[in-house]
C-alpha cells in the first residue's frame, strides 16, 4: 500500500507544485482546498504526512492543526508559509498546548519538496496516521 499525503493550501499553485513534485514518487496525493475540507478528510482518512498552509480563508492553518491533532495526535504535519511571522504568536501557542508541526518558509523549491518527502516516509518506523 503507498503512503498517503494530504496538502491543504487555498492556493491551487501551490497544490500544483507538489503535486507536480510528488508525481514521480510512489505516493497517493489527496488535496483540500481549505482548512475545514482538509481536517475533516484528515478525520476520516488514514495520511502518512500532511503539507498545510498558515494562511487561509475560513480557519487558518493553527485552528485545522488542533482539528487534526485533536483526532490524529501523530499524524506528521508539516506547516508550509511565507507567512510565519504575522503567525508567530499563533505558532508558539499552538506549541506550547503540545501541538506537534515542523515548518516549512514558501516558496518551497521542487527538490525540497522531494527531499522531505522521501526522508520522512522513508523512515525507518514512520508513524502511521491513525
Do not use: C, W
Not at 48 to 71: N, W
Not at 97 to 123: C, D, M, Y
Request: overall charge negative; glycine content about 8%.
Amino acid at each position: 500500500m503507498s503512503k498517503r499525503i494530504l496538502i491543504i493550501d487555498d492556493d491551487a499553485a501551490v497544490r500544483e507544485t507538489f503535486r507536480l513534485s510528488l508525481q514521480q514518487l510512489p505516493y497517493e496525493l489527496v488535496e483540500a482546498d481549505n482548512g475545514e475540507a482538509g481536517a475533516a478528510l484528515a478525520a476520516r482518512e488514514d495520511f502518512d504526512l500532511v503539507y498545510l498552509d498558515l494562511r487561509m480563508p475560513g480557519i487558518d492553518g493553527v485552528e485545522t492543526l488542533r482539528r487534526i491533532r485533536a483526532v490524529k495526535p501523530t499524524l506528521i504535519v508539516y506547516i508550509v508559509t511565507a507567512f510565519h511571522r504575522e503567525y508567530f504568536d499563533d505558532l508558539v501557542t499552538a506549541r506550547g498546548e503540545g501541538l506537534v508541526f515542523e515548518l516549512l518558509r514558501k516558496p518551497l523549491e521542487r527538490r525540497q519538496i522531494i527531499e522531505i518527502t522521501t526522508g520522512v516516509l522513508s523512515a525507518d518506523g514512520a508513524r502511521d496516521g491513525g
